[in-house]
Every structure is written in C-alpha cells, then in structure tokens.
C-alpha cells in the first residue's frame, strides 16, 4: 500500500509538473494570441480610415465642358459643326472627394470589433443558433459584421478605383485623338502660314504696281483735266468763230437779197421783164428781205419739209400757223424776213439731225417759208416730211 501511495505520489508529481508545464506554455500562447488579436484591431481601425464611408453622388447640377469640335475643316462657315461624345458619357462623381471616412474609434465599434460571438444583452451570454444550437458568430453587434461592412466598402472602392482607370484610359484615347488632330492641324497650319506669307509678298508687289498705277493715272486725269480745259476754250473759240460765221453769213444773205432785189428791178426794166413766176428763193408774192434783227421764238416744232432742191440748196417749208403768227407779231415791217435758223430732224423717238436751213423767204398766204441750206451743218440728204425744229 505505501509502495502504491509513493507511485501515486510521483505520478500526481509528474502530472503536476506537465500540467503546469503546459500552463506555462498556454500562457505565452495566450499572451502571443492576445497581442495578435489586438494589433488585428488596431490595424483593422487603421485599416478602416482609408475607405470611404460612402460613394461620392454625381454633382447636381452636372458641370459643362466645351465638347471637342470633330467637323472637318472647310472654308464654309459652321454654324453647328459636330462635337465629341466623350462627355456624355464621363463620370463627375469620379473627380469628387469623399466627405467622410469609416471610422472605428466609437467604443460601440471597438466592442463590435471584440465580440466574437453575437451576445445576448439579456441573458448576458452568447445567443445560439435556433436549429443547430451553436453559439453566433454572426449578425449586428459581433466582429463578422463589422468585417463585412468593412469588405463590402473595400468592395466599392475597388470598384470605383476601377472605374476610375477605365475613366483614365477614355481620357487618354480623347487625349491623344485630340493630340494626333492637332499635329494634323499645325502641319496644316504651317503650310498654309508659309502660303501666306507668299501670297502677304505678291500683294506687297502688286500694291507697289497699283500705287505705280495710280500715280499714272493721276497724271492722266491732271492731263485729261487740262485737254478737258483746252477742249472748253476750244469750245469757246468755235462758239465764238460760228457767231462771226452767222453773222458773216448774214450779212452775205443781206448782200445777196440786195443783189437779187436789184436784178429783179433791172429785169423789170428790162423790156419784156417781169420773172419766170416759178417757186425759187427770190419769187414774189412774199418777204424776200433778210432782217439782221434776231426774233424771240419759243421753241419746238415748227413745220415740215414739203419740198427740196438740192442743187440750188434750198427747201420748201409748210410752217404751223402759230409759228406765223410768232414771226407776225415780231416782224417790225412786212418786207423784211427774220433771221431765224431752223433745224431738220428725222423721227419721233430719238430724232435724228440732219441739216440748219436759214429762213430767207416768207410766203404767208400759202403758209409756206423758203430756207437756205446751211451745208456746212448737213449730216444727211433732206427728205419731204423731215420736221422743222427750232431751238
């Protein structure tokens, strides 16, 4: 018996030695569990302040921006040329910083973050699962929860990194789309530039030829001005040389009735005298005498041609009446015939001139005057019916 007691004795020994053995041993496991699992919380409430409590919202109202012009160029004016679609479909909220980050510092998430089982407050012990009976580690209030709402934000921040990086490559593609578009457009523009310049050269060139132009013409108005001023004087000169030339020819016609009034007497002196009787420019029975005095007389038509002579130069004229009765009224003596010039013309509708006649005879009775051809005026042969003008 006391050898079993001694055997018993030793075995409790030995027991008692790995018993506390192994407590040594479960208190340093403990220990290195306890740290990890508090260094697990803080990294974890580290851990949370870099998400996001919530995804930003787009901005509302949404920004605009100038969308990029993908007409192709022309020398046609655009009124609504066509633009980029890049965006419509561009995410805002991207650009936008979260308001707010998950925060585990409140002792109500330090103590969800530290209950490994889901605990009944009531009961004051772990709540079990009603079909298998074990104890819950899940739900609102244990550390599963947390973790998971934790997973589910990194979730979307991914997401949202992705998104973003997607975002990133469409901005790039319109970034260099616009690039390769603009080394287009400066290639283009430094042909045309070079053009320019050329052509900016022929017009400097071409403005020295019209300023040559221009001082040439100017001396050529100065000339044409003073041809213009000698061709007045010469006008003036004429004026003045067809007043002698009238009044010489006046006189002529004075001296020629003259002349002609005394072969008349000497005919009549003559035995067997007395003229042929024929219509010519010194028959009698009218005003043979050329008066020096110049009347007024309205102008206008005055007649027509009823008869011409051309190798005597001299027309037969069927005078209005009131052109009569103007020369009536003015005539100071009836044996005297006004020194008129009447002008022939041919049609209505932009007459045509054709001769001056100098009235020398005046047939009243019959209505009819005798004008002497002024040949030096004649442009065409007199025709019966040309009207008489005066003005």
Known sequence: MGKFLRVLTVFIFLLSAAALTLGIM??????????????????????????????????????EYTARDISECTEVPLADPTRSDFWDTYKHELELNADESVSLDSQAKQRELMSYYKWDLIKDRPERDSLTGEKMTTGPGTMQNLLDDLIKRAQSQIDRLMSVRAQLVATREELENTIVELNQRKGTLREKLAEIVRLNGEIARLNGIVDQKNMEIAELKDTIKSLELRIQDLEQDKRKLQEDLDDQRIKNEKLTATVAELRGIIKKLEPGGGGSGSLQPQDPGGIDHVSTIKLTVKPGAKGTVGAVNEKQGFVVMKLSDEFLKELHEQLQTRDHVPAVTLIIKRGEVNPKFIAKVKLIQLKEEQGLGIGDVLTDWQQDTIQIGDSIIYQ
């Not at 740290?35 to 787009?58: H, I, N, S």
């Open 26 to 63: 479960l208190f340093n496991k403990r220990e290195m569990l306890k740290g990890r699992a508090q260094k697990l919380e803080q990294a974890v409430g580290r851990l949370a302040k870099t998400f996001e409590y919530e995804d930003p919202a787009p901005p509302d109202p949404l920004p």
